[in-house]
């Protein structure tokens, strides 16, 4: 016969692990929501900076290297091709306008100013033996117009007495009627003669002076040529300085080559490589200075040059006003760029802090001065000597501006 045992009431063995696990789930939820649970980094107060933010006027500028260049640049090219005879001025010379810099040799050239004088004097002669001709053919027709008019006042006389005699009816009107017809025909015959000589008179006009055009075409020619021989002497187009000169003799240049430069000295421009980050705001007609030998000279911005290339923009800077005396190209200038009007802001200096935390945050220095803690923050604009505070601090308040790296995640710094 089973028996049928009563179940135990109360607290039983069995229940203990559970019983812990929900007091373990309790403790974490409380530490979670009630607990101090921010990370702490203790940190020697000396090997960090801290600097205090203040109010003050921010000055929108960017400091920049400019470096002189002449204000203009001309490329020296080869007009005809050649080979180099010789080098008449060396790099770094001062040239003036016209001054030969390199004669070339081109044997062909002189081939071709023979092959255009022989042509050159075919023309003439020809031109001369044609005029020769067409005065002889001139001479020939005015020699027959010539004897037409005296067969025509022959035949008239004629005429004119074989018509007194038939009207007296001494001759035959047979008679007549050929001498009358004699003289019409020598008179229409005349006629024609004078045609042709009108004919003629204009043929040879347009026939010399469509040689005389040809003649001319080859007389230009000619002058070309010869140029193109000029111009295997390569000359300086203006005044100034031969900076580059890039052949060597007995070297090979081909027509319209570059083989050199010459810098234009009259005024001097400075070109600067400025950060893409700068490039929205940059434009045309902004100011600058920098400091030379304790004076201050003012700059324009000339021409902002579109291409990035290696995360930097070109832009090229002209003087307004004076220049420094001992001004060379070549040399190296500090520039400050003024982007826009100064402003009343907070501020806080410049430091290492924004390559960790990209202006998002910064560590506070709380008001007793054995902590600093994370805060929220939103930077603006930046100069070479502060950042732009524009939300998240107050004047006053002092802040680690030196680098986070060996900080991690800590959220507090203990400061001894």
Same mark, same amino acid.
């Given at each position: 016969?089973?028996?049928?045992?009563?179940?135990?009431?109360?607290?039983?063995?069995?229940?203990?692990?559970?019983?812990?696990?929900?007091?373990?789930?309790?403790?974490?939820?409380?530490?979670? #929501?009630?607990?101090?649970?921010?990370?702490?980094?203790?940190?020697?107060?000396?090997?960090?900076?801290?600097?205090?933010?203040?109010?003050?006027?921010?000055?929108?500028?960017?400091?920049?290297?400019?470096?002189?260049?002449?204000?203009?640049?001309?490329?020296?090219?080869?007009? *005809?091709?050649?080979?180099?005879?010789?080098?008449?001025? @060396?790099?770094?010379?001062?040239?003036?306008?016209?001054?030969?810099?390199?004669?070339?040799?081109?044997?062909?050239?002189?081939?071709?100013?023979?092959?255009?004088?022989?042509?050159?004097?075919?023309?003439?002669?020809?031109?001369?033996?044609?005029?020769?001709?067409?005065?002889?053919?001139?001479?020939?027709?005015?020699?027959?117009?010539?004897?037409?008019?005296?067969?025509?006042?022959?035949?008239?006389?004629?005429?004119?007495?074989?018509?007194?005699?038939?009207?007296?009816?001494?001759?035959?009107?047979?008679?007549?009627?050929?001498?009358?017809?004699?003289?019409?025909?020598?008179?229409?015959?005349?006629?024609?003669?004078?045609?042709?000589?009108?004919?003629?008179?204009?043929?040879?006009? #347009?026939?010399?002076?469509?040689?005389?055009?040809?003649?001319?075409?080859?007389?230009?020619?000619?002058?070309?040529?010869?140029?193109?021989?000029?111009?295997?002497?390569?000359?300086?187009?203006?005044?100034?300085?031969?900076?580059?000169?890039?052949?060597?003799?007995?070297?090979?240049?081909?027509?319209?080559?570059?083989?050199?430069?010459?810098?234009?000295?009259?005024?001097?421009?400075?070109?600067?490589?400025?950060?893409?980050?700068?490039?929205?705001?940059?434009?045309?007609?902004?100011?600058?200075?920098? @400091?030379?030998?304790?004076?201050?000279?003012?700059?324009?911005?000339?021409?902002?040059?579109?291409?990035?290339?290696?995360?930097?923009?070109?832009?090229?800077?002209?003087?307004?006003?004076?220049?420094?005396?001992?001004?060379?190209?070549?040399?190296?200038?500090?520039?400050?760029?003024?982007?826009?009007?100064?402003?009343?802001?907070?501020?806080?200096?410049?430091? =290492?802090?924004?390559?960790?935390?990209?202006?998002?945050?910064?560590?506070?220095? =709380?008001?007793?001065?054995?902590?600093?803690?994370?805060?929220?923050?939103?930077?603006?604009?930046?100069?070479?000597?502060?950042? *732009?505070?524009?939300?998240?601090?107050?004047?006053?308040?002092?802040?680690?501006?030196?680098?986070?790296?060996?900080?991690?995640?800590?959220? *507090?710094?203990?400061?001894?």
């Amino acid at each position: 016969m089973d028996i049928i045992l009563e179940k135990k009431k109360g607290l039983q063995k069995k229940h203990l692990p559970y019983l812990i696990g929900g007091a373990v789930v309790l403790i974490a939820l409380g530490w979670l #929501i009630f607990g101090n649970h921010s990370s702490k980094f203790n940190v020697d107060r000396d090997k960090v900076l801290i600097q205090s933010a203040v109010k003050g006027e921010f000055n929108d500028y960017i400091r920049i290297n400019g470096q002189v260049q002449p204000i203009t640049t001309i490329q020296l090219s080869a007009i *005809e091709g050649g080979i180099v005879a010789e080098k008449v001025v @060396e790099e770094g010379s001062m040239v003036r306008k016209g001054d030969v810099i390199v004669r070339l040799n081109n044997p062909m050239l002189n081939l071709n100013i023979l092959d255009s004088e022989a042509q050159l004097a075919e023309k003439q002669n020809f031109l001369r033996n044609t005029q020769v001709t067409m005065e002889q053919e001139k001479l020939s027709l005015n020699k027959e117009k010539l004897q037409l008019d005296l067969d025509i006042d022959r035949k008239k006389r004629k005429y004119e007495q074989y018509q007194s005699l038939y009207n007296e009816k001494l001759t035959s009107r047979e008679e007549y009627l050929q001498a009358k017809e004699d003289y019409e025909y020598a008179v229409k015959n005349r006629d024609l003669v004078v045609e042709r000589q009108k004919q003629d008179s204009i043929y040879r006009g #347009i026939q010399v002076e469509q040689m005389e055009e040809s003649l001319n075409n080859i007389r230009k020619n000619l002058v070309l040529v010869r140029q193109r021989v000029d111009n295997l002497n390569v000359k300086s187009p203006v005044d100034g300085q031969l900076g580059l000169l890039d052949v060597e003799i007995g070297q090979s240049v081909a027509a319209g080559a570059r083989i050199g430069q010459i810098s234009v000295l009259s005024d001097y421009k400075i070109e600067a490589l400025i950060d893409e980050h700068y490039i929205d705001r940059v434009k045309n007609g902004l100011t600058a200075t920098f @400091e030379r030998q304790d004076k201050t000279y003012n700059l324009i911005v000339r021409k902002v040059y579109p291409e990035v290339r290696d995360k930097q923009f070109k832009t090229d800077f002209v003087f307004d006003g004076e220049r420094p005396d001992n001004i060379r190209t070549g040399q190296t200038y500090y520039i400050n760029l003024q982007l826009g009007q100064p402003a009343e802001a907070v501020l806080i200096p410049r430091g =290492a802090f924004y390559q960790n935390t990209g202006g998002q945050w910064i560590y506070v220095v =709380a008001s007793d001065g054995k902590k600093a803690v994370r805060r929220n923050i939103r930077i603006g604009r930046q100069n070479p000597l502060y950042y *732009e505070v524009l939300s998240g601090l107050e004047p006053g308040e002092q802040v680690v501006t030196s680098g986070y790296d060996s900080f991690g995640d800590a959220q *507090e710094l203990v400061l001894k």
